[in-house]
């Protein structure tokens, strides 16, 4: 397990000896970037950098949820912020690093444990060579349950920020070797990405649908995210929901019903319906937004076949189902 970002780097060092790079590239996993990271080399080897910080300028209202970065003329960095609540900062850390690898093996010794607080931070306090490379094409921060809602949605507008159908940048995941899409005579799809190995008999509209998900007759599936092989039976509805994997929603069942208002405490759902793996919803059940059901969710968490806003139910762990 790894104790952060650093330690993650640290104790995969031996696959870096093995290849023995003279730099090290780092990036973020929950971010989405459409970035050619060749400026980015040359700039920091034209420096002689120790250190290039992928930056990029965001707006003041989101300054909160990154690492902010202040930047001297010459492109040093002066100094970082850690997702401040007031600044004057304008340039947000994206979360990719170009290291030297010498220096960076030299960086892990003292053990870090984050990236940014053990490694940049004291490298820049020391005055040494870290510099920012500002980008500004298309990047977004997912690790909040708001913004990969959001970054998937915008996948569906008309004219999408990350063009996926851009063949000057393929998409290299290798794809699902599925069916193709199948749609059923009463089928209606409106402004959705809908994957190989889907069956549609009902409404789809401005929708992410993964491989192998079913929408039966009747059934809508609106503002929503739905993961792989995931069962929307008749006549159900789901709107403004993200909903993992192997999920079966029964007939005539409703996820994602009200208006969102956030619940106290409740703000990172964003006003969603948030379903985890394996959940089965009963059939006429409700789900009311915010809500979310852990892993492995089951009728008996329904109140009257009834699952309030506001509420949230932990995951349901394999062994106790054992008899």
């Not at 290849?19 to 780092?26: F, K, Q, S, T």
């Not at 609540?85 to 990719?96: E, K, R």
């Amino acid at each position: 397990m790894y104790r952060g970002t650093a330690d993650a780097i640290a104790q995969n060092w031996d696959w870096i000896e093995e290849h023995r790079p003279d730099r090290v590239l780092v990036l973020s996993g929950d971010h989405i970037v459409r970035m050619d990271y060749r400026p980015m080399v040359a700039a920091h080897l034209q420096r002689g950098a120790a250190v290039t910080v992928a930056v990029t300028p965001v707006p003041a209202h989101e300054a909160h949820r990154f690492g902010m970065v202040h930047v001297e003329r010459s492109g040093q960095i002066r100094s970082i912020e850690e997702k401040p609540q007031q600044t004057d900062a304008a340039l947000a850390n994206m979360g990719i690093y170009l290291f030297e690898t010498e220096q960076l093996a030299e960086m892990l010794r003292a053990r870090p444990v984050d990236v940014v607080l053990d490694v940049l931070r004291p490298q820049v306090a020391a005055g040494h060579r870290v510099f920012a490379h500002e980008f500004e094409g298309y990047w977004e921060d997912v690790g909040t349950v708001a913004s990969f809602y959001r970054a998937n949605l915008e996948l569906v507008q008309r004219q999408p920020r990350l063009a996926l159908h851009d063949a000057r940048w393929p998409i290299l995941t290798r794809d699902e070797e599925r069916p193709p899409v199948w749609l059923g005579e009463q089928a209606a799809v409106e402004d959705s990405l809908v994957a190989n190995g889907c069956r549609i008999e009902g409404r789809v509209r401005r929708s992410i649908l993964f491989p192998g998900v079913h929408v039966g007759p009747g059934a809508e599936v609106s503002e929503s995210v739905i993961m792989a092989d995931t069962r929307v039976d008749a006549r159900a509805h789901v709107s403004h929901s993200i909903l993992d994997k192997y999920v079966k929603v029964g007939a005539d069942a409703v996820v994602g019903e009200g208006n969102g208002d956030e619940a106290h405490g409740l703000e990172w759902l964003a006003g969603l319906s948030l379903v985890g793996k394996d959940t089965w919803i009963p059939e006429r059940g409700r789900v009311r937004r915010p809500s979310a059901i852990g892993v492995g969710g089951r009728y008996e968490d329904f109140h009257d076949g009834v699952l309030a806003a506001g509420s949230v139910v932990p995951n349901r762990r394999w062994f106790e189902e054992l008899p």
